[in-house]
């Protein structure tokens, strides 16, 4: 028998999310999936899952989930405090993020707010079970797309658990590799497609300024607030695509970068396209965060995904090889 969760307390927007739905966007679906899809497959390795295996994505708030039927192992990778209700003869406790954590039947957990970053993930032995959709788990929710028929968890909601492969062992993730995930640095662009709707003058004030990032930020698209970008050629193209990381300017002159449940064309010039590896970085920046651009060629740009993507393996390699980490305070710098 697997484990079920029931949804005790729901948090401000909590869905469920794989790595994303692929080869879709030319029929005008975006791909959705984690926002940051290394913290996904980091609580995934943590509990022995497939590193596309479905989870749970929490934005700034937790919630609260009890566990029904049978055990379960379970890891947060998130900057929240988790707390594990008195069970039987077992004690309330405490427990550590980025740790993997064997829950009984009938205990309940509850996830805090988050103390960094935006978004956090809860992986559990098996993965989150709901039926695919264009063959994904990802929930769009304004398309009523994929996870759980579409929507963000509300309370009373039962989640199904699919088959563990066996019985995990107790990781941990190293002390300090987590504060990687919230990392302050300039966010590394690439120049175009449409960097000649734009005067040389004003592509230097884009990237010279500093922007903030405004709270009408989300899923769809992150909204920055600063200097505004003068168009050349005026504020409209002929729509064309949409890519994950297309910063656009529109009439107004300030920047909207796209993300996972974008739109899939548009028919404002695109200034510059945010680096594939510090999207993820990107989506765990809260409003009035400062955000910078770091200009970069395209053979840059790919040294910076590969050393990403490099980076995550080891872990995810490391965690499923050695389950005897030392068990530290974890600290986020």
């Not at 957990?109 to 039926?131: D, F, H, N, P, Q």
Request: contains cysteine; charged residues 20%; positive net charge.
């Amino acid at each position: 028998m697997n484990a079920r969760l029931r949804v005790e307390a729901p948090g401000m927007l909590t869905t469920v999310q794989d790595l994303g739905r692929v080869g879709y966007e030319h029929m005008g679906v975006p791909p959705s999936g984690a926002m940051d899809p290394g913290a996904l497959r980091m609580a995934n390795a943590l509990v022995g899952n497939a590193p596309n295996s479905a989870a749970l994505e929490f934005t700034v708030l937790g919630g609260r989930l009890k566990v029904l039927d049978a055990d379960c192992a379970i890891a947060f990778a998130g900057t929240a405090a988790l707390h594990l209700a008195a069970t039987g003869a077992l004690p309330a406790r405490a427990l550590a993020p980025w740790q993997s954590h064997r829950l009984p039947a009938g205990a309940t957990l509850t996830i805090g707010r988050l103390e960094r970053g935006v978004r956090g993930y809860l992986a559990v032995s098996g993965g989150i079970a709901v039926t695919p959709v264009l063959g994904s788990a990802s929930t769009l929710t304004r398309a009523r797309l994929g996870g759980l028929n579409g929507r963000a968890l509300a309370r009373g909601d039962v989640l199904d658990t699919g088959e563990s492969r066996r019985r995990s062992p107790r990781r941990w993730l190293a002390t300090g590799d987590a504060g990687w995930f919230y990392r302050d640095a300039p966010v590394g662009i690439v120049l175009g497609p449409q960097q000649d709707h734009f005067a040389p003058g004003e592509i230097e004030r884009f990237l010279g300024a500093t922007y903030c990032l405004a709270p009408q930020s989300d899923r769809m698209g992150l909204r920055l607030e600063g200097p505004a970008i003068a168009h050349a050629k005026g504020a409209d193209i002929i729509t064309d695509p949409i890519a994950a990381g297309s910063i656009q300017i529109p009439g107004a002159g300030q920047p909207l970068i796209a993300m996972n449940d974008r739109q899939t064309t548009g028919g404002y010039p695109k200034i510059a396209t945010v680096i594939s590896a510090d999207l993820p970085r990107l989506a765990q920046m809260r409003p009035g965060q400062r955000v910078r651009f770091e200009p970069l060629e395209p053979a840059q740009a790919v040294q910076r995904w590969r050393d990403y993507s490099d980076w995550i393996r080891d872990r995810e390699a490391a965690l499923r090889a050695d389950p005897n980490f030392p068990i530290f305070p974890l600290l986020f710098p």
